[in-house]
């Protein structure tokens, strides 16, 4: 009678997660909550539709920064794109692909092993891997926005590092022998006169300068707020790679997109086989 408890319970639960998993997959059901655009957000829902997945996505940037243009005229050029120009064109493509959110998280449907531990430990829940965050939606947080744009820009071979202030997260990308500062959720890069653009060490130097550059992006106060935490420079974190295969919360993304298929499976397969025991002993007698 155990037996036959535990291998129906086994089946249905296996059967469950299966469907679940199908679902996720296959279904809008798997998708999480894209957030319409702030009201000076670049957002165009058209490239959406164009990049639906991540290979999609590099595809895009891989064309675009293979066709140099002159910026003013906006012709084709045969002068070779500047890593400067590179990076601009990749940071225009992620600013116009995604909006603000911290909607950016697993669902039962997309991941149920993450859903499940996300009630426990809240981080577990949040999208951190560029496919699934490309794939599922076009709304993401500042530090998921600066992971993206690490990984095209790195796939398009320019070295960068993600910079955590301590309440806003941003990326530098590396190039003419120094960093230079690009915010794709607040859609911010601080350029000079002559069209450099500085690093967040220089512009954390003149808070006044940080609200010029980002008036517009909320009210007084929130600009404030970014000024103090831009400025506030002890506390920066520097993050080279996120998406190493040595980053836990990365780890464990990885194993959870194989387990949300495995652990039903093993639950079919083992009430399965408890199954057919029962079944040969009922012949036996």
Known sequence: MLRKVLSN???????????????????SLGKYE???????EQFDPQLVIETPDLAS????VNALTNKPTNQQTNKLTNQPITEQEKMLIIYDVVIRRFTHSDQAKYNMFSNWPLWVMGQVYSPFIYIRQPEVLVKKGHSSLCSEQAYLLQTLAESEGIRTRAVGLNGHVVMEAWYKND???YDPDLELVPFLANGVVLSLDELAKEPALVRAYYQGRGTKEYIQSIADIISTREDNSFILYWMVEKHLAYRIEIVAKTMKWLIPIMFLLLGFWLHSKKEKKTCVA
Not at 11 to 21: T, Y
Not at 34 to 40: C, E, I, Y
Not at 57 to 60: A, V
């Open 179 to 181: 960093w230079h500062l």
């Open 57 to 60: 996505l590099h595809r895009k």
């Open 34 to 40: 894209s957030a319409l655009p702030r009201s000076w």
């Open 9 to 27: 319970s086994l089946l249905v639960l296996g059967a469950f997660g299966l469907v679940i998993s199908l679902l996720g997959e296959f279904t």
